[in-house]
Nanobody, 128 residues
Framework: QAQLAESGGGLVQPGGSLRLSCTAS????????VGWFRQVSGKERDRVSC???????YYADSVKGRFTISRDNAKNTVYLQMDSLRPEDTAVYYC??????????????????????WGQGTQVTVSS
């Protein structure tokens, strides 16, 4: 069964760094659009970053210049390097995949068509 697993979260001080991993099993992630999303309890899930099948990237304004998305096809994994972390980055982070374009992935998520497929996510807490 095709699925994604998030890992790498934790507790970090403001200004610190974390690297999140999104690892696929049951299929090859290489040519898919893969996105990172985050959710604070009681709020909607927000877009954070995305890498398309052709490796073009998208970043939310709130994370531009601080977060970097990349993929390692040999490890079947997409990473989110998070630097200069802020308390407002605290959330559960999830990854998702769909087609080859980030716009297509976002449309699927926005229509709640991915609701049955989200993984457990990984908690990121930025606090002193």
């Amino acid at each position: 069964q095709a699925q994604l697993a998030e890992s790498g979260g934790g507790l970090v001080q403001p200004g610190g760094s974390l690297r999140l991993s999104c690892t696929a099993s049951g299929f090859s992630l290489g040519y898919y659009a893969v996105g990172w999303f985050r959710q604070v309890s009681g709020k909607e899930r927000d877009r954070v970053s995305c890498i398309s099948g052709s490796d073009s990237t998208y970043y939310a304004d709130s994370v531009k210049g601080r977060f970097t998305i990349s993929r390692d096809n040999a490890k079947n994994t997409v990473y989110l390097q998070m630097d200069s972390l802020r308390p407002e980055d605290t959330a559960v982070y999830y990854c998702a995949f769909e087609g080859t374009s980030c716009s297509g992935l976002f449309a699927v998520v926005d229509r709640h068509e991915y609701d049955d497929y989200w993984g457990q996510g990984t908690q990121v807490t930025v606090s002193s």
